[in-house]
């Protein structure tokens, strides 16, 4: 079974993204993935810094790494900070890239050769487009190969129901495609 990854960078309660990061990892056991939910909020992750990896990697970041290691792929559901993503997904990152054991410098082990996917929510009228260039950008540093589809939901503070699902048809299908083609395509660069 492939096996999915979903990591959402808004820990807010009530948060859109959260929302749309049920909504996709439902979507994705619908089309045959082992999905696992990375919550950011349970994890102490300090501020990477290369003299905190010296010293004492911390263990909530060696658990992270862990688990994406033994994804297929992941699917990563970002607010916009400011144009970019939130500080905290990007650490998440950050520590998850860094090498451990005997690993290169460049091992990449929880992101290379894997499938990506990316989708955001905005209370802005362009749903996170430039936060979600900006994570594009960041998971091709890592090496991994992420997925043309993509979703955006503006508005989002109108665009969800009281039981958290989309409103709008449309979004609603983009998850749905999304999630699809991320499982077909995880489990293609896995065989």
Same mark, same amino acid.
């Given at each position: 079974?492939?096996?999915?990854?979903?990591?959402?960078?808004?820990?807010?309660?009530?948060?859109?993204?959260? #929302?749309?990061?049920?909504?996709?990892?439902?979507?994705?056991?619908?089309?045959g993935?082992?999905?696992?939910?990375?919550?950011?909020?349970?994890?102490?992750?300090?501020?990477?810094?290369?003299?905190?990896? #010296?010293?004492?990697?911390?263990?909530?970041?060696?658990?992270?790494?862990?688990?994406?290691?033994?994804?297929?792929?992941?699917?990563?559901?970002?607010?916009?900070?400011?144009?970019?993503?939130?500080?905290?997904?990007?650490?998440?990152?950050?520590?998850?890239?860094?090498?451990?054991?005997?690993?290169?410098?460049?091992?990449?082990?929880?992101?290379?050769?894997?499938?990506?996917?990316?989708?955001?929510a905005?209370?802005?009228?362009?749903?996170?487009?430039?936060?979600?260039?900006?994570?594009?950008?960041?998971?091709?540093?890592?090496?991994m190969?992420?997925?043309?589809?993509?979703?955006?939901?503006?508005? #989002?503070?109108?665009?969800?129901?009281?039981?958290?699902?989309?409103?709008? #048809?449309?979004?609603?299908?983009?998850?749905?495609?999304?999630?699809?083609?991320?499982?077909?395509?995880?489990k293609a660069?896995?065989?």
């Amino acid at each position: 079974m492939t096996k999915i990854a979903v990591i959402v960078g808004s820990t807010r309660d009530g948060s859109f993204n959260r #929302a749309l990061g049920a909504l996709a990892a439902a979507r994705l056991e619908a089309h045959g993935a082992e999905v696992t939910l990375v919550d950011l909020a349970t994890l102490d992750l300090p501020i990477y810094t290369a003299a905190l990896e #010296a010293n004492a990697f911390p263990a909530d970041a060696l658990k992270l790494k862990a688990t994406l290691v033994a994804q297929d792929g992941l699917l990563l559901v970002s607010p916009e900070y400011n144009g970019s993503i939130p500080a905290l997904l990007k650490n998440a990152i950050d520590w998850a890239s860094r090498p451990t054991g005997d690993e290169g410098l460049v091992a990449l082990s929880a992101f290379r050769g894997k499938a990506a996917a990316i989708m955001g929510a905005s209370i802005s009228p362009f749903g996170g487009i430039r936060g979600l260039a900006h994570l594009r950008q960041i998971l091709g540093t890592v090496q991994m190969l992420v997925i043309p589809d993509q979703v955006l939901v503006p508005s #989002a503070h109108a665009a969800f129901d009281e039981d958290g699902q989309l409103k709008d #048809a449309l979004p609603a299908s983009l998850v749905d495609m999304t999630a699809a083609r991320l499982v077909a395509v995880a489990k293609a660069l896995t065989a």
